[in-house]
Structures are given as C-alpha cells and as structure tokens.
C-alpha cells in the first residue's frame, strides 16, 4: 500500500486504517505506561508513525513501532543497554553470569580464581563449573582423546616443523583446531549435542600438542588415569610434582571476561557457527593480543637478563612508555598488583625453596615479590613460575592459551543459551 509523508508533522497520510495493526492514543499510553504527551515526544522523535484517520478523530499509531518500543524498555528494566533504537535481538551489550571482575581478581560463578587455586581446585573442575555452573565435589578425569586421520596428519607435520623452527604455540593450536573443525565429528557439535564431550577432547589434545615446544618429544596421547596437568608435565618432560603448579596455573587464567578474543568466540557462537570455529576465531585474535605479547616479551628479557633478578626488574621498568605501563606490569584493573601474579610468583618461590626446579631463577621471582613499585601482572608471574619449573620456552603463552580456552568454551555455551544475535550498532558519520 503506497503512503505518503506530510515532512512537517510526521503523519502518514493513506486510507481509513482497518484491522488492529493501529492503535489508539490512549491504548498506546496504556500499553506503554505512560502519559500521553510522552507519546506525542516519541512521535516528534520517529520513533513512533502516526497515520490521520478518517473514522477516528484525531490520529491513530503504528501497533508494530509500539511494541518494538515495549520490547526495547523490557530489555532495559532486564538490565541491558538497548540504546536509540537498537533492535531487541542486537544488543550490543553482553550479559554473562560467567566472570566478574574485582579488585581481588576475577571471580567465576561467584567464586574468586585466588581461592577455588589456593583450595586445590583441579583445572578439569573448574573447567566444568565454567560450563554448566556446577562444581563438582570430586576431582574430574577426563578421557583421552584419540585424533582423527587428519588430527594425526596435522600433527605430524607439527612435529617436523617444530624441529626446523621456533615453536609458535598458538599457531599450532590454531592447526589442530582447524583440522577438527574440518573434520565431520566437529561440524555441527549443537545439533548432535556434544558440545562438552568436544570441549574435554579438545583440552586434552591441546595439552599433548604441547609436546612439540621440544622437539626430541614425540606425540603421545596420555594417560586416561592423568589429570590435564599431569599430562602437562608428562609431555613437558619435568618433574611429576610441578602438575600441582601447573594446575593453580591453569585454575587462575581460565577466564577474564570479555577480552577481545571473548568478544570475537561470541560474536560466531552467535551466528551459530560450531565450537571449533568458534574457538578459532578467538585464537586468531589471541595470536597477537596484548596478553601474548605481554608473555613474549617479558620470556625474551628474563632470558637475557642471565642470573641478576635486579637487572630484570629494570629492564621489564625501562619498559614503560608515556602511559607509565609496561608488558607484564601495572595492570589498570589491578592497581595494587594482580593478585593472580602474586599467588603465582608465591608458588614459584614455594617450588624453589623445596630444591626443585631452576636455582636459575630463585633472585628474580624473590625480587619482583620484593621490589616497591612493581605492581606485577598476570603475564610476568605466568612466566617466572614456567622457568621456575624448567619448562621450555614460549610454555607461559601455552598455558595461558590452553586454560583460557576453557573459558571461551564456556562463553560459547552461554552466548548460544541467550539464544541473541550480537550485532553492534554503528552511527553512520558520512
């Protein structure tokens, strides 16, 4: 039906309207709760049509623009940010009961990370209770994953190229994660309702994939009576004892809310893409994210650093640019210090006094705990505690690629539970 626009009073001008697809002025402010000369605002606003009737006196409004409108204040009495006529299904803020963050860290399903790791909490746990939100009383097992044709093609190919060049873990990852996202097991893990099954054989791969940060080791598959961080130090070839580090590890950096990668494995959880290439694109986004970098960066100068733990602490300061923000420290969330670097600095400092590990290292984790003003992050306890426990290079951004993808798993789930697409709003500037 053709309709024409009077540009001076936002009417529309057609036929005698017909049906209920209109409203009165006095049953829109009674749907809407509100007083008419609210309603003659939204009008001014377009936000609601208007059309001259010619059985009513007066005018008669768009039943289809007041709901939208009814839609938009539900959603924001629920708590969300539905601004200037964002649709109800494209809210550009995400709500998740997953992970809040205070000033004592990130806290999953209500539980501080320090405390589930200082109780011994193992990462299989955790993992789960960041899934479904139940943790369960019982130290978890998972079973061990056995890779397809092409999971074995990949990682034998893996294997070679870690022999000829610098191990890039997230790289590698990436790999193993694309071939079973291109395999037919993983391609539609919603439909066939095995999202947590393929979340748990995904870990575990992931953690015998770690074998290729040595070359001289071979893949191996583990052992189902292993724990993740058993399976860790297996592959890693260090002393058996280190999985309770590992572990605390794994617990701390499963998950800090919406990251950039968090944003990027939402935005495809919901557009209903499967939970590996969901994952996938948030190890693109990690594979030059600030936390890497971070992880890189601060390796690179603890080794060049030799055995003078002063000298290390200045050269992570001479870091520090015109923001006063350096990789591996001052984390604006944290003030004070992030209370996950100290509790893992503590843990390195705890492992080297019972005569295990690199000696190597034992000035630097006691004077980035000594120091005044070193406000160290996650990134530089994540790094010590790996040299501490005499893994091999680039473990730190591993691990912390490793456990935080138990937390974007679980952001998949909840972003496909919300059942909304996420659709950011954009202001057109010409």
């Known amino acids: 039906m053709a309709t024409k626009k009077n ?48 059985q009513h006196r007066g005018f ?26 964002a649709p ?9 009961s997953i992970t809040e963050i205070k000033p004592d860290g990130p806290c999953y399903r209500g539980l501080a ?53 610098r191990v890039d873990p997230i790289r590698k990852f990436s790999m193993l994660v694309a071939s079973l996202a291109a395999s037919e097991a993983g391609s539609d893990d919603i439909r066939e309702g095995t999202t ?21 080791s071979k893949f191996v598959v583990g052992d189902p009576g292993l ?35 968090t944003v990027a494995v939402r935005l495809a959880a919901s557009s209903g893409a499967s939970l590996h290439h969901c994952l996938n694109s948030a190890l693109s986004v990690h594979s030059s994210s600030r936390a890497r970098r971070a992880c890189d960066r601060i390796e690179d ?23 006063s923000v350096a990789s591996g420290l001052d984390h604006p969330l944290y003030p004070n210090g992030d209370p996950r670097a100290l509790l893992l600095l503590a843990t390195a400092q705890r492992y080297l006094q019972g005569g295990k590990g690199s000696n190597r290292f034992a000035a630097h984790v006691a004077m980035v705990q000594s120091k005044p003003g070193m406000r160290p992050g996650v990134e530089t306890g994540l790094v010590l505690l790996c040299h501490a426990l005499d893994m091999p290079e680039r473990s730190a951004v591993a691990l912390l690629t490793l456990s935080r993808c138990a937390g974007w798993i679980g952001h998949v789930i909840e972003q496909r539970t919300a059942g909304l697409m996420l659709r950011p709003r954009t202001r057109y500037r010409g």
Not at 196 to 216: E, K, N, T, V
Not at 234 to 250: C, F, K, Q, R, T
Request: proline share 4%; aromatic share 6%; charged share 20%.
């Open 227 to 261: 724990s993740i961080a058993a399976q860790i130090a297996g592959v890693l070839e260090i002393d058996p004892a280190a999985a309770e580090a590992i572990d605390l590890a794994l617990v701390l950096l499963a998950d800090h809310q919406l990251t950039p990668q």
């Open 113 to 165: 990370a320090v405390d589930l790791a200082n109780s011994g909490e193992k990462f299989e746990n955790v993992a789960e209770m960041i899934w479904t939100g139940w943790l369960s009383e019982d130290p978890l097992l998972w079973g061990v994953a056995q890779p397809g044709k092409l999971q074995v093609a990949v990682l034998q190919a893996l294997q070679q190229e870690a022999r000829l060049a």
């Open 88 to 96: 109800f299904w494209s809210q550009p803020v995400v709500r998740t």
């Open 301 to 323: 100068v603890l080794l060049n650093s030799g055995n003078d733990g002063a000298q290390f602490c200045t050269m992570l300061e001479r870091q520090r640019g015109s923001n």
């Open 60 to 85: 008669l409004y768009l039943r289809e623009d007041v709901e939208s409108l009814g839609k938009r204040g539900r959603s924001k009495i629920a708590g969300s940010a539905a601004k200037s006529g």
């Open 7 to 54: 540009p001076g009073g936002n009417v529309t001008e057609m036929p005698a309207a017909t049906g209920d697809q209109y409203l009165k002025a006095q049953e829109v402010a009674d749907l809407l709760r509100i007083k008419l000369q609210t309603l003659y605002v939204y009008v001014s606003r377009g936000l609601v049509r208007r059309i001259r009737s010619d």
């Open 196 to 216: 947590i099954a393929s979340a748990r054989a995904l870990l575990r791969l992931l953690a015998a994939c770690l074998c290729h940060l040595r070359p001289s």
